[in-house]
């Protein structure tokens, strides 16, 4: 079976030590988490983990499973890159005598659709959200400017289709 990129959705409620079982099950497995984003939800009380890795279909249906046996997990979905609509952000620090000491970076900034958030006189920080190809080739069109910092966001997504996470916890809840 050939890899793909996967990424697993994990509802969960918000337990302290979780994360490190989550990532305990990948661990064993040897697999590499290529992104790893914790956020509420759209459901009050309940968190959500988005988990990108590159593994086959039978891997990703095994690691789902021992996911949903956690305690805490309420629900764990998988996606292909497909089905999802995805986003990643990366800020870029820069120093400031180069925004107007070096014309070229403002046209590096317009031609990658990035924003300048903040200017200050030692430095300014650029935004830039997108797919990692994206920001990957901003990332080499800025490095000759000599980069102060560098940061990434890991990915953040939502399914084409509807999930029915929703649903089944307003059932949950009705039945309590």
Avoid: C, W
């Amino acid at each position: 079976m050939e890899k793909e990129h996967y990424t697993i959705s994990v509802y969960t409620e918000n337990n302290i030590g979780l994360l490190n079982r989550i990532s305990a099950i990948f661990l064993k497995r040897h697999i590499n988490l290529e992104s790893l984003t914790t956020s509420e939800s759209e459901i009050k009380d309940v968190y959500r983990f988005t988990i990108v890795v590159q593994v086959t279909q039978e891997q990703v249906k095994k690691i789902a499973r021992q996911i949903e046996k956690q305690i805490e997990v309420i629900k764990v979905y998988y996606h292909k890159d497909d089905e999802t609509i995805y986003q990643e952000t990366a800020l870029f620090k820069i120093a400031s005598k180069l925004l107007f000491e070096e014309r070229k970076i403002q046209n590096v900034i317009k031609e990658h659709n990035a924003h300048i958030v903040t200017v200050t006189p030692e430095f300014f920080v650029i935004e830039k959200t997108g797919r990692r190809r994206e920001l990957e080739v901003l990332h080499e069109a800025l490095k000759p400017y000599g980069l102060m910092q560098f940061v990434r966001s890991g990915r953040i997504s939502v399914t084409k289709n509807r999930m029915q996470i929703s649903r089944m916890l307003e059932n949950f809840a009705y039945t309590e």
